[in-house]
């Protein structure tokens, strides 16, 4: 058994005095585990640290063992991204999510999104974004997926303003008015990729949406926590975007997101 793919690194752990077991976020063969030889030598260290971009050759004798990797580099992110705190709470966040796909299932859309996360995680507000829409990709891969594009009541598409914590599907403004109280706060960007998120108010409130549904779906009937990185994350945002002059609110036209 024998294939190529590009990978993002999530994470090592040791195997032996030398070698490491390599676990990737790959394009086409979803999130891999493959043994690594001489992984803990001084030459390949550096190379297999979380947020690296590499090229991956994966070989086994038959398709259900671990399997030995072959990795070069694509591009060099971990030190960059070592320095930002919301850089490396985003990519532990995004791992943690990960863990809770079956190993092996391709998923092209979460190392995309993936990618580009690492590419702006210098901007707060865009990987605060960028994080929440990895989160709702995540609820959709794992079969929870939220209907927002429509109000549940009226069928418009116009004003949608909150999401039901019965359905999942999304409300409108006049609509959801008198039960506004026991629905979930949805911000414009959640309805549309086209929207940027424009505050920092505005993150907050879309991970607490997604919160609850994790929450509901997830975590609880896998007797499960919020992983703690997710905490890290939203206090590491906050904390950029309050001391940034300007903070309140971004230009709507951003280039280069998905």
């Known amino acids: 058994m024998e294939w190529r793919d590009e990978g993002i690194i999530l994470g090592t752990r040791r195997h032996g005095e030398t070698s490491a077991i390599l676990e990737l976020m790959t394009r086409d063969h979803g999130r891999h585990l493959g ?135 999304a409300v409108s403004r006049s609509a959801g008015l008198p039960w506004a109280g026991k629905l979930l706060e949805m911000p414009p960007f959640m309805v549309s990729s086209s929207v940027r998120a424009a505050s920092l108010g505005e993150i907050m409130a879309a991970f607490r949406l997604t919160s609850f549904f994790f929450n509901r779906h997830v975590w609880e009937p896998r007797a499960q926590k919020a992983p703690e990185a997710r905490d890290g994350f939203l206090t590491a945002v906050s904390r950029s975007l309050s001391n940034a002059p300007g903070h309140g609110s971004i230009a709507q036209e951003r280039h280069g997101l998905p």
């Not at 591009?75 to 809770?100: D, T």
């Not at 901007?123 to 997926?145: C, K, N, P, W, Y």
């Open 35 to 169: 043994l690594v030889r001489g992984g803990r030598s001084r030459r390949m260290q550096p190379l297999l640290q979380p947020g690296n971009r590499v090229d991956v050759i994966w070989r086994a004798r038959i398709d259900e063992h671990l399997g030995m990797m072959q990795v070069e580099p694509v591009s060099f992110a971990a030190a960059r991204l070592i320095e930002q705190p919301v850089a490396l709470y985003g990519l532990q966040l995004a791992a943690a999510h990960l863990r809770l796909l079956p190993e092996r299932d391709p998923h092209q859309n979460l190392f995309d999104i993936l990618a580009v996360i690492l590419e702006h995680c210098e901007d707060a507000l865009i990987a605060g974004e960028l994080l929440l829409r990895f989160e709702v990709s995540m609820l959709e891969e794992l079969g929870f997926g939220l209907d927002l594009k429509r109000c549940a009541a009226t069928g418009s598409d116009q004003d949608l303003a909150y999401v039901s914590p019965k359905s999942g599907r």
